[in-house]
């Protein structure tokens, strides 16, 4: 069984770009989630999103971000006119049902760089 | 405010020794707690899950233990070894449910 597949592993863009990041979870998980990880810093919440909805957004920046999980496909992150602070690793992660009674399946990351 | 914290400083130890890996919270109730294990370059790999209502939990050579009066949960590694060697953070859900939230993680480093 495949785990949760992140892609790209890398991405650069130049300030002001937008970055699109890709997550598809584990066959038969409905619960996705999004992690922002800085260097020497912990795991930090950004949104929840359970198909077609999102639970949780209060980690996420109010302004140039957004997240989805449409009915088919990938679960996207978009980060529009990307500022130097954006760069990070974005973590996505999956479970079966809800993060209060399944532990949770992370990808290994998009490491995102601004130039 | 809601805190979690872990050992800051980076824990070594020698091979064959018990790692003991501390985790505290301040201003959570968590009905449950969760280890989980990051290697570099790596997403974070879930561990072991303990309930509030369990004082310890075993699998192999870990083992975690919750104490919500300290609140505080304890992650012991026996018979540690150099692949050991990872990021550690614990996790704990918050009241509403919908957000699991991460400590810092603590740096182990087994030496043979």
């Known amino acids: 069984n495949a785990g949760v597949m992140q892609n790209p592993r890398h991405l650069v863009r130049r300030r002001g770009q937008e970055a699109r990041l890709r997550c598809s979870p584990v066959?038969?998980?409905?619960?996705v989630y999004w992690y922002r990880q800085l260097p020497e810093e912990g795991l930090k919440f950004m949104v929840y999103?359970?198909?077609?909805?999102?639970?949780?957004e209060s980690g996420m920046p109010k302004e140039r971000f957004s997240a989805e999980f449409p009915k088919e496909g990938p679960s996207i992150l978009r980060i529009q006119q990307v500022v130097r602070g954006d760069s990070a690793a974005y973590f996505c992660a999956s479970s079966l049902s809800g993060p209060d009674n399944s532990p949770l399946h992370f990808g290994n990351g998009t490491r995102l760089t601004v130039t | 405010s809601q805190k979690i914290e872990q050992n800051s400083e980076a824990l070594n130890i020698q091979e064959g020794k018990t790692a003991t890996l501390t985790c505290n919270y301040t201003n959570y109730s968590p009905a449950y707690l969760q280890w989980y294990r990051q290697d570099p370059g790596r997403g974070p790999v879930f561990l072991l899950l303990i309930r509030e209502n369990e004082k310890e939990k075993r699998k192999e050579r870990l083992k975690v233990t919750f104490d919500t009066t300290l609140k505080q949960s304890l992650f012991h590694i026996t018979a540690s070894q150099p692949a050991d060697s990872a990021t550690y953070l614990c996790a704990l859900v918050v009241t509403d449910g919908n957000k699991l939230v991460f400590g810092a993680g603590t740096i182990l480093r087994v030496k043979s």
């Open positions: 999103l359970q198909k077609e909805n999102i639970i949780d």
């Open positions: 066959k038969g998980h409905s619960h």
